[in-house]
């Protein structure tokens, strides 16, 4: 399964960007999470929504300001990133496996499909 991020971009703290993962078959059947990487820091979850009845899962940082979303009949999922903050900068990574969450979204070792990337810069 290829995973492509798009939506990446430049924006001013309180501004919104919707990221896109498009995969290359039927996501049906798997979690799809997000996750980000500043420089110098570990890659960490930001939410994952669940292929068995669509429950999302958000870090802490992000609950109330992101919302994850997935069109299994596009094979596309989304990442709505609304009051956007210089701490949210990153380079924002959707991953996939054939994996149900529990209580919280699995850490990076658990997927195997990964997308290459997008690059979200928020800054004055």
């Known amino acids: 399964l290829k995973l492509v991020e798009s939506g990446g971009g430049l924006v001013q703290p309180g501004g919104s960007l919707r990221l896109s993962c498009a995969a290359s078959?039927?996501?049906?059947?798997?979690?799809i999470a997000w996750f980000r990487q500043a420089p110098g820091k570990e890659r960490e979850a930001v939410s994952c929504?669940?292929?068995?009845?669509?429950?999302?899962y958000y870090g802490d940082s992000v609950k109330g300001r992101f919302t994850i979303s997935r069109d299994d009949a596009k094979s596309t999922a989304y990442l709505q990133m609304n009051s956007l903050q210089p701490e949210d900068t990153g380079v924002y990574f959707c991953?996939?496996?054939?994996?149900?969450?529990?209580?919280?979204?699995?850490?990076?070792?658990?997927?195997?499909?990964w997308g290459q990337g997008t690059q979200v810069t928020v800054s004055s």
């Open positions: 991953a996939a496996d054939v994996l149900v969450p529990l209580n919280t979204c699995p850490g990076p070792k658990n997927y195997e499909h």
């Open positions: 078959g039927t996501i049906g059947y798997v979690t």
């Open positions: 929504i669940s292929y068995t009845d669509g429950s999302t």
